[in-house]
């Protein structure tokens, strides 16, 4: 938990400005496509999943159009 104590620190503080989330998900690593994941592994994955997809939806752009 220090790990990600200091991890969110140093993304906060950086020059860098870069957008982030970190999200601690208990009973997961991170393997989470893995075709052993109990009942309950694979729910925390689809949440993992989600947080994801929702960032990558929120901070990138498209891309621009080609000119013609």
Do not use: C, N, W
Not at 48 to 53: A, D, G, N, R, S
């Amino acid at each position: 938990k220090i790990e990600i104590q200091k991890l969110r620190k140093e993304l906060k503080h950086s020059k860098l400005k870069l957008p982030h989330e970190v999200h601690m998900i208990e009973g997961l690593a991170h393997d989470i496509f893995s075709t052993t994941l109990t009942d309950s592994q694979r729910e925390k994955s689809r949440e993992v999943l989600k947080y994801t997809f929702e960032f990558l939806d929120t901070h990138l752009q498209d891309p621009p159009e080609k000119p013609k």
